[in-house]
């Protein structure tokens, strides 16, 4: 879409009869919203679903597998929380008239364009044959991380039923977060400064930082008018960056991420 194009577009959802203010959109109130407001907002909720979705089905064989049963029963609860957030999101867009399949084939239309291939690769290599139960805890500590700073912006939608939904998904995911930092101190613990720790950790935070998307677009304009989107990718990657290192720091192992490419889609320079 062209910057004047996207200009009119901005114009226009300014000058519409809503105001898009956190919470101020609910159901009866979508078929008067602009065509644009619907097409975007049922973009990102599809998106939002079949990542959640595929936190659950990639990574639920891992129950069998994890280390212990007390280690077990708290990965098992969060395999179940991020099922009901598919949930959740499928249900809304289901209300929305875009059946599940609908919204897994608007996902994966956007995860097979070239320059969004990263974005969904963490989600989509939990599942890997290859992976270890530091690579699943790993996906907690740094997927789950982003995916907080991307659900708390969701949090201020204009679109009050997703908003509320995220608030819900926002506070277990916090849970997630902190079952995978202890696994890391643990695995920390026990590997100390190896070649193996380095690798993962640099693999799972390239993941990380890639899960936000590109770099921001002028579409990215018309998503904060809209108030689907009130901050944009790098803005929400800078927080998620600075959190991370807040973290590191703490650990005192500031040393353990080490980045070949450090912009999108970033790489750790030991993929595959």
């Given at each position: ?31 008067n ?35 212990d ?21 499928y ?25 969004h ?21 790993l996906?907690?500590?740094f ?112 040393d ?17």
């Amino acid at each position: 879409m062209s910057s004047t194009v996207t200009a009119i577009a901005i114009a226009d959802a300014h000058a519409a009869p809503f105001d898009y203010a956190p919470g101020s959109i609910d159901f009866p109130d979508l078929p008067n919203v602009p065509e644009e407001y619907r097409h975007e907002l049922i973009r990102l909720m599809a998106i939002q679903a079949y990542s959640e979705e595929k936190a659950a089905t990639e990574g639920i064989e891992w129950i069998a597998n994890a280390p212990d049963y007390k280690r077990r029963r708290v990965f098992a609860k969060i395999i179940a929380e991020e099922a009901r957030h598919s949930y959740l999101i499928y249900n809304l867009l289901e209300r929305m008239g875009v059946a599940e399949k609908q919204a897994i084939a608007i996902a994966e239309g956007r995860a097979h364009r070239p320059m969004h291939d990263a974005s969904l690769e963490g989600p989509l290599s939990v599942g890997d044959e290859s992976n270890e139960w530091i690579d699943i805890m790993l996906n907690h500590m740094f997927l789950d991380r982003a995916g907080k700073f991307m659900v708390g912006n969701f949090c201020e939608a204009s679109f009050k039923p997703w908003a509320e939904a995220n608030q819900t998904i926002l506070r277990e995911e916090r849970g997630h977060i902190g079952f995978g930092f202890a696994e890391l101190r643990t695995y920390l613990a026990e590997k100390g400064e190896t070649n193996e720790a380095r690798i993962k950790i640099s693999n799972w935070y390239a993941k990380g930082l890639n899960f936000f998307g590109p770099p921001s677009t002028s579409r990215g304009a018309r998503l904060s008018a809209y108030g689907l989107k009130r901050k944009d990718n790098e803005t929400l990657r800078n927080e998620f960056r600075a959190e991370v290192e807040d973290v590191f720091n703490e650990l005192g192992r500031q040393d353990l991420i080490e980045l070949e490419k450090n912009d999108f889609p970033y790489r750790s320079g030991n993929e595959g």
